[in-house]
């Protein structure tokens, strides 16, 4: 058994497994909660320490499992620093960025139409790609029309069976670089 005896913040929670991602300056982790352990409810970037559990990887994707609740949050409203990540070194030390929410600039998805669930897309920096899955099924985009063009894009990284796949948590992480045409007269 694992205690986390530093603070590490929540950057992604979901209902399904009851799973969390949590980060420091050292790193993230899945915590993949599907006994229903941590009974305590948190928000997005509030603040968790003395988490106990133990190790666990699936598909490639090391997860947390906690053995008990850790209790009423230690901080709350934090904010993340950007980490501005290239898709080449993601590609080759997705280790370095499990479970980690980064932001990819200027980036291109190869397909068109709108997305599904549990379907893979592709991310493109013009010369190399990653792959973009939409593992979170009630993701406010999915249904909605792939981003045309450039954009920065945040997104928790994950891989499956030493694939590094990327995911983003909700629409608002889809930041477009479209520019207007500005008209001289």
């Known amino acids: 058994v694992y205690r986390l005896t530093g603070e590490a913040v929540i950057t992604f929670m979901q209902s399904y497994r009851n799973q969390k991602y ?28 003395n988490i106990t559990g133990t190790l666990n990887e699936y598909n490639g994707v090391l997860q947390f499992i906690p053995t008990e609740d850790p209790g009423a949050p230690t901080s709350t409203g934090n904010v993340i620093a950007d980490d501005v990540v290239l898709i080449d070194d993601v590609n080759n030390f997705t280790d370095n960025y499990e479970s980690e929410l980064v932001i990819f600039n200027n980036v291109s998805f190869v397909e068109t139409g709108t997305f599904s669930t549990g379907t893979n897309y ?42 590094a796949q990327v995911t983003s948590r909700e629409l608002a992480d889809f930041e477009s670089l479209a520019t207007s045409a500005m008209i001289i007269n």
Do not use: K
């Open 122 to 163: 592709t991310l493109t920096d013009g010369t190399n790609t990653i792959v973009f899955r939409t593992n979170f099924y009630d993701a406010d985009y999915i249904g909605t029309t792939i981003p045309v063009g450039p954009h920065n894009i945040t997104a928790l990284v994950a891989e499956y069976n030493g694939t």
């Open 22 to 49: 949590i980060q420091d300056v050292t790193g993230g982790i899945l915590i993949d909660d599907d006994g229903d352990i941590i009974t305590t409810v948190y928000n997005r970037y509030d603040g968790l320490t």
